[in-house]
């Protein structure tokens, strides 16, 4: 056990920490990290669950109760977090939408794969997959709509009705790289298409560098940074790093899981907090300082929660 749990842990520690020394010692700028992550969602991350999807059996793919897990889990912590913000807190909607992604938006790109990786193998990238589309598709377009009714400064008759609103942030969502590019190798596992070996191993290598290249520029973007603790910070790591893995568990005994399919549940659901969720709250200029410190306080305690959730599910 202590080996499983270094393998699956260390490697992300080994590689933020030279994230953040090649801040610390001015070989990059903290700037440079969106340039790294920009190659990682662009390129990197979209070819590696393409190559993920396109391994995966199809009867696999087309599981829907481990969908629903994944939904009630994601949408459901979302959707908690919603009430929790607007009712206890007493958040505008605005607010309340960057909390809600903040707590509900797992790293799972930056950290859950290169753990699922070496826990389960090609397999565990199968819940990342799910996942990354459950978010692209709902949650994501759901915190645009949000921010956008909350805004007080747009004007909901220029841009249209509601519905029309919907769809554009959809149909916006559906034509990023990181939607279609899976969905592409979804489509051609469940038709049994296979891609040349020469074309096959080329894009396996790109995709080989989202782990390392993820991690890499999550330590760097946390050069210089200081979490504030207080309550927003407490209740949003307690929702992101304990209440979500909790449903997660439930929802998956009640439909009756795999145990492989239960440990990429679990895992997933208390991967951290994603940045891009921070990048919502500096773009809307809202619960940005809550939402920094959040994310990182949120990494930091995620190294341990997921090594006891690694420990108990093994």
Sequence with gaps: MPTLLLSSLFPLVFVMVLGWLSGKLGYMKRDDATVLATVVIRFA?????????????????????????????????????????????????????????????????????????????????LGVLVGNLITSVLMIPLTIVLIRMGDKNSDL?????????????????????????????????????KLPELLSSSVEMMGKTAGGISLFALGLLFFGERPKLNIHTFTNVGLKNLIQPAIMAVAGLAFGLSHTLMQQVVIIGATPSAIAAGMFAVRSDTYVESASSSILAGT?????TEGIIIYMMS
């Design 45 to 125: 991350l979209p070819l590696h669950l393409f190559i993920g999807a396109l391994h995966t059996d199809p009867t696999k793919i087309q599981n829907l109760s481990f969908m629903a897990v994944l939904v009630i889990g994601l949408m459901g912590s979302y959707l908690l977090t919603l009430c929790i913000s607007h009712w206890f807190f007493r958040h505008d909607i605005k607010t309340s939408a960057i909390q809600s992604l903040v707590c509900a938006f797992p790293d799972m790109a930056y950290f859950g794969a290169p753990v699922l990786a070496v826990l389960i193998g090609p397999e565990g990238f």
């Design 157 to 193: 008759a220029e841009q249209g009705s509601l519905g029309k609103m919907i769809l554009n942030n959809l149909f916006k969502a559906l034509r990023n790289p990181i939607v279609w590019i899976p969905v592409l190798g979804v489509v051609m596992s469940l038709a049994g298409i």
């Design 300 to 304: 930091a305690l995620g190294i341990v």
